[in-house]
């Protein structure tokens, strides 16, 4: 599975963004999905990840904030931030599990396949 993540940019504190990862190669129908971000001098921390049945599970950094989503017919996930803070400046990554073990989705070992990251700068 291939990943493409896209959407990230520029947004002042309180705004909003969308970020999409488009797969190819295989369907993800049968993947777990994820979105991790890594901040500079930082480890890449978890930030949300929904199964195949569609439940979705949040860092409580993000809970209430940011919405997963994922679209099948369009191969694709989203991630839907709002209520953007500079501490969530990153890049992001979005990333395919094989497995079915959902307390495990927040592991960033846990996953298969990984995208290239796209970049988020909230400014204060």
């Known amino acids: 599975v291939q990943l493409q993540a896209s959407g990230g940019g520029l947004v002042q504190a309180g705004g909003s963004l969308r970020l999409s990862c488009v797969a190819s190669g295989r369907t993800i129908n049968t993947y777990s999905m994820g979105w991790f971000r890594q901040a500079p001098g930082k480890e890449r921390e978890f930030v949300a990840a929904?199964?195949?049945?569609?439940?979705?599970f949040y860092a409580d950094s993000v809970k209430g904030r940011f919405t997963i989503s994922r679209d099948n017919a369009k191969n694709t996930v989203y991630l839907q931030m709002n209520s953007l803070k500079p501490e969530d400046t990153a890049v992001y990554y979005c990333a395919a599990d094989r497995n079915v073990i959902l307390s495990a989705l927040p592991r960033a070992d846990e996953y298969d396949y990984w995208g290239q990251g796209t970049q988020v700068t909230v400014s204060s």
């Open positions: 929904i199964s195949r049945s569609h439940s979705s």
